[in-house]
């Protein structure tokens, strides 16, 4: 299925909006969320392979993914009610596929990448592989914001934009709050 979504987003995202199937939806983000959580892991650990705990790789494969399931939730219930906002129609299910699929190629990209990095001669060629996959997945996500909300083009590509800033001013905002909020700064 993840292959079929990369060479043909198109009709893959059609034929999701068709069949409305929510538990393929889910395996997809889950299957999204695996392969990024072994990316993870697998770059944080292979330098230090041999001093590190199962346990270590293991507690990180589960918390990276259970942190990108959340954020894939979340955005694409932001992508829904944006969506919805700038005049499509369209039902949670509709922005939960469009991330969901728009993820896939940035997934494997990321596999592929982080077992480039185990090597330091190939890490360079690392961003040959990220740079087309994330246009890959950018593109099948406003794809998929189109096709799924029933949007024009550039009402489309507002929704990404609008998503993508209040993604990363929501990242901000999290860290400059809990940098306040503990009082480090008030110390002297």
Not at 2 to 27: M, Q, V, Y
Not at 77 to 99: D, E, I
Request: charged share 10%.
């Amino acid at each position: 299925m993840s292959l079929e979504i990369i060479n043909d987003p198109a009709g893959s995202i059609k034929r999701a909006a068709k069949r409305k199937d929510i538990n393929n939806t889910a395996r997809i983000i889950a299957i999204n969320s695996f392969i990024i959580a072994f990316s993870v892991s697998f770059a944080v650990f292979m330098p230090v392979v041999f001093t590190a705990t199962p346990l270590m790789a293991a507690s990180l494969v589960v918390i990276a993914f259970f942190t990108v399931t959340l954020i894939s939730v979340v955005f694409g219930w932001t992508v829904q009610v944006v969506a919805n906002a700038l005049g499509g129609k369209g039902r949670y299910f509709h922005g939960l596929t469009a991330v969901s699929y728009g993820m896939v190629a940035p997934s494997i990209g990321m596999f592929i990448a982080s077992l480039l990095t185990a090597v330091s001669m190939l890490q360079p060629f690392s961003f040959v592989i990220l740079v087309p996959s994330l246009g890959l997945g950018l593109a099948t996500l406003y794809r998929g914001i189109r096709d799924m909300f029933g949007l024009e083009m550039h009402t489309a590509a507002i929704t990404v934009f609008i998503c993508a800033a209040s993604f990363f001013l929501a990242i901000y905002l999290t860290l400059t709050l809990g940098i306040l909020s503990s009082g480090a700064l008030l110390r002297i």
